[in-house]
């Protein structure tokens, strides 16, 4: 679907009171300032919905990063993972749903959340990068596979990583990488990097 004038929300066509998204979501960057943030355009009930999605993206990589003893400071406060008091942890999570904290007997925190909620923030990511680069609408009957921390080897290393360019955005918070198909509009591949830390494969097609 192409777009005209930017006038549709690239999630779901509709034309009523259409803004800005950002992409990737804006949460993420430690520093808010001239980050130079992607903006297509979106519905308020589609951004809406994506709120509580972005969060659960934060924390799931904000934990990920302390795991790796990344910095994980700014607006992610002290590291998910790091024992520091089971009301603090428990307040920084609430705006969450589906996000269980569990209390080891070591003092230490584990994470359980509903991965469902990620996934639909990454598709939303390619989704604004697809319309970003190509200025159409990756939209209709789209099949996405998503990998997390996926084996650089193979095609993947020989096609999308050494035959790309590297794209960032924000100060190393989010890189990526992408190809599209030379004769199917719908078939492509993202590579997307968080904070150097945190990978995701993502892959689009036709759903048959």
């Known amino acids: 679907m192409k777009l005209d004038n930017s006038s ?17 979501p804006k949460n993420l960057f ?5 980050l130079g943030l ?15 999605n972005e969060e659960c993206l934060r924390i799931f990589i904000s934990s990920d990063v302390t795991r790796q003893k990344r910095a994980a400071r700014g607006r992610f406060g002290q590291p998910v993972g790091v024992s520091q008091g089971r009301q603090k942890m428990l307040n920084a999570m609430a705006p969450v749903e589906r996000v269980i904290f569990i209390e080891k007997k070591d003092g230490s925190a584990v994470l ?40 650089v080897a193979g095609v993947i290393k020989d096609v999308l990583l050494s035959k790309t360019r590297l794209h960032g955005i924000g100060k190393g918070e ?5 190809k599209r198909s030379d004769t199917d ?24």
Not at 38 to 52: F, L, S
């Open 112 to 151: 359980k959340m509903d991965l469902s909620k990620i996934v639909r923030v990454i598709e939303r990511i390619v989704k604004g990068l697809y319309w970003h680069h190509y200025g159409e609408c990756l939209s209709g009957a789209i099949s996405f596979n998503i990998y997390l921390k996926p084996p």
């Open 185 to 208: 509009k719908c078939q492509s591949a993202w590579g997307l990097s968080f904070f150097k830390s945190v990978h995701f494969l993502v892959t689009t097609k036709k759903k048959k």
């Open 174 to 178: 989010f890189r990526y990488r992408f």
């Open 38 to 52: 992607i903006t297509v355009p979106a519905c308020p009930r589609c951004k809406k919905i994506n709120e509580k």
């Open 30 to 34: 430690l520093d808010k300032k001239n």
């Open 8 to 24: 549709r929300c690239i999630y779901c066509g509709s034309a009523q009171h259409i803004g800005e998204d950002y992409i990737p």
